[in-house]
């Protein structure tokens, strides 16, 4: 099986190949290059396999949430490259995967996930792995972090939680209500990574949860993006 | 050889099937006009939104009316701008992408060179070297067009751009948004000689617009008139056509004038008037009678391409590919762009 993941939503900029359970990628801490960068480290990766697009049997991306521009980056050469040859595109979840590099680099499986939103929210889900799935605790959502009650999440399981993502870095404070009660990790440094979503976008790939090209949208969980105008009066 | 043109500057995604041999073949656009209505404006973030969930449709159509198999295209053209940077980088990085996929070279297109050849796609068609006029909801702007690839820019709006300054002033008259149309229909009721507006920066020398004092002009106009009629019940709806023809008259003849200084400066006869603004029936009236006047010939591209559209966009990269331009292995797009920049064909 051979699949290509790209992500492009937070500041980090990577590309990774997946063939038959190995993996090769590129990864690069780039905010703003990302247009610049992406198609030539798909082409890399492509040319060191001495494969080509033609061979590949799905096309994964970070889906969202995470940078508006970033994620219709992603999206629109996803589109681009799939619709060439109507390859199946496999959306995943920025949040997820940034769970998935976490759970690597602690091997605890439950990882509070809060991306910095800016406008004073987070992208935030707690996932946590279940019969060797991913699942939500609840929905994705955008959200304050005075509004979320970690507190609550942590009486409801017994196993220790990680929490992962700038979020933590910007509201660490706020989520764990002034260090009333603690995480048994935070990496506020956790980026999602090409290589998490393509090893997550096997499994759904697998699941037979595919898109096609003019489908590979992003998930912006942030809606209210405009303001109606004030009527003029004279 | 046969390219792929996409046009996502603005508030429109163009898709568009240009042949070198046999000239269009296909064309098709899907307007945001109605997603921004409510918001009187183009909101920059819907519109990147909407062109993302629309481009890969829209290609498809084009394929699909011309019964052309995608990997049997050429070569790929996006704009890359002038225009709102988000909706430029969606068709850039969707164009940039099918191209490196298919293997084909791909070619960066400048909205405004799109629109200044956009009377090539027509059959009778304007010989080097002519003025045009580009007179849009995001431009104005006077060029002298020498040969492909070669333009020098004569004027430009310093401020508001023509099209701007009629959806503007129609949104203060009530008329809603995107308001110019409704405007110029209300202006055909209206009474010539009740109101005089300014010809803004017509007794200065130089080939530059200003049109935003029209619009403060017209508010006041309006505010003036209801103060009069408070015993009435207020501004009429006569009043309102009255105030839109002097309006309309105003930027026409100040259009008119300035193509003529244009045309004189540069010893040139023949004139293109390029952009949605060029759809409007009075300009085009007065330019072509300042034209018979000159001995000269107006050349005006079908309504449907003289707003943001593909076909303008797959003709340049057509032309700009068969010269051998090709862009590199990066999705580039940019707010700004200078047309001088160009590249000589």
């Given at each position: 099986m051979k699949i290509l993941a790209i992500d492009t939503a937070t500041e980090a900029c990577s590309a990774a190949l997946y063939i038959d359970g190995e993996l090769t990628s590129r990864y690069q801490l780039a905010p703003r290059q990302h247009s610049q960068l992406i198609l030539k480290m798909i082409d890399d990766l492509l040319a060191e396999a001495n494969t080509t697009v033609t061979d590949l049997d799905a096309i994964a991306f970070g889906r969202g949430p995470g940078s508006f521009m970033g994620l219709r980056i992603a999206a629109g050469v996803v589109q681009g490259i799939a619709f060439?040859?109507?390859?199946?595109?496999?959306p995943v979840s920025t949040l997820k995967a940034i769970a998935q590099r976490a759970y690597e680099e602690t091997g605890i499986n439950q990882v509070m996930v809060a991306i910095d939103a800016r406008m004073q929210e987070v992208y935030w889900c707690p996932y946590r792995i279940n019969h060797q799935q991913w699942l939500p605790d609840g929905e994705?959502?955008?959200?304050?972090?005075?509004?979320?009650?970690?507190?609550?999440?942590?009486?409801?399981?017994?196993?220790?939680?990680?929490?992962?993502?700038?979020?933590?870095?910007?509201?660490?404070?706020?989520?764990?209500?002034?260090?009333?009660?603690?995480?048994?990790?935070?990496?506020?440094?956790?980026?999602?990574?090409?290589?998490?979503i393509a090893?997550?976008?096997?499994?759904?790939?697998?699941?037979?949860?595919?898109?096609?090209?003019?489908?590979?949208?992003?998930?912006?969980?942030?809606?209210?993006?405009?303001?109606?105008p004030k009527p003029i009066v004279l | 050889m046969i390219v792929l043109g996409i046009e996502s500057s603005c508030d429109e995604t163009g898709i568009a099937l240009f042949d070198s041999e046999k000239g269009l073949l296909a064309h098709t656009l899907h307007s945001q006009v109605a997603l921004h209505a409510q918001y009187g404006g183009v909101v920059p973030e819907l519109a990147s939104r909407d062109h993302i969930r629309h481009l890969i449709p829209l290609i498809e159509q084009v394929l699909q009316d011309a019964g052309i198999e995608k990997t049997t295209l050429d070569g790929i053209a996006y704009t890359a701008g002038p225009g709102l940077i988000g909706a430029l980088m969606s068709g850039a990085a969707v164009g940039r992408s099918?191209?490196?996929?298919?293997?084909?070279?791909?070619?960066?297109?400048?909205?405004?060179?799109?629109?200044?050849?956009?009377?090539?796609?027509?059959?009778?068609?304007?010989?080097?070297?002519?003025?045009?006029?580009?007179?849009?909801?995001?431009?104005?702007?006077?060029?002298?067009?020498?040969?492909?690839?070669?333009?020098e820019l004569l004027g430009q709006s310093l401020d508001d751009a023509a099209g701007e300054a009629f959806d503007k002033t129609a949104k203060l008259l009530g008329l809603g948004y995107p308001g110019g149309p409704a405007l110029a229909a209300l202006a055909e009721h209206g009474d010539p000689?009740?109101?005089?507006?300014?010809?803004?920066?017509?007794?200065?020398?130089?080939?530059?617009?200003?049109?935003?004092?029209?619009?403060?002009?017209?508010?006041?106009?309006?505010?003036?008139?209801?103060?009069?009629k408070i015993d009435d019940g207020g501004l009429a709806r006569q009043d309102k056509a009255d105030i839109s023809l002097a309006f309309e008259e105003a930027v026409v003849d100040t259009l008119k004038i300035k193509c003529r200084r244009a045309l004189e400066q540069q010893q040139c006869k023949n004139l293109v008037i390029a952009g949605g603004?060029?759809?409007?029936?009075?300009?085009?009236?007065?330019?072509?009678?300042?034209?018979?006047?000159?001995?000269?010939?107006?050349?005006?591209?079908?309504?449907?391409?003289?707003?943001?559209?593909?076909?303008?966009?797959?003709?340049?990269?057509c032309f700009r590919l068969m010269a051998g331009e090709t862009q590199p292995l990066e999705i580039d797009a940019r707010a700004r762009w200078s047309m001088q920049d160009l590249k000589v064909l």
């Open positions: 060439a040859y109507d390859i199946p595109v496999v994705e959502q955008v959200i304050a972090p005075g509004k979320i009650d970690v507190a609550e999440i942590l009486a409801r399981y017994e196993e220790p939680w990680v929490g992962a993502g700038t979020g933590w870095g910007s509201y660490a404070d706020s989520l764990l209500s002034a260090n009333r009660f603690q995480l048994h990790t935070i990496l506020a440094e956790c980026l999602p990574s090409a290589e998490a090893k997550l976008a096997v499994k759904q790939f697998e699941a037979g949860h595919t898109v096609s090209a003019a489908e590979a949208i992003p998930v912006y969980l942030r809606n209210d993006v405009a303001r109606k | 099918l191209a490196w996929s298919l293997g084909i070279p791909a070619v960066e297109v400048h909205h405004m060179e799109g629109h200044l050849l956009a009377p090539m796609l027509e059959e009778d068609t304007p010989e080097f070297p002519f003025v045009a006029l580009l007179v849009s909801g995001g431009h104005t702007l006077l060029a002298d067009v020498k040969a492909l690839g070669q333009y000689g009740r109101y005089r507006f300014p010809r803004p920066m017509i007794d200065r020398p130089g080939l530059d617009f200003s049109f935003s004092g029209l619009k403060t002009f017209a508010l006041n106009t309006m505010q003036r008139t209801a103060k009069e603004v060029g759809a409007n029936k009075r300009l085009r009236a007065a330019l072509s009678e300042m034209i018979g006047e000159l001995g000269g010939e107006l050349y005006y591209p079908r309504v449907e391409f003289c707003t943001d559209n593909g076909a303008m966009i797959a003709q340049v990269g």
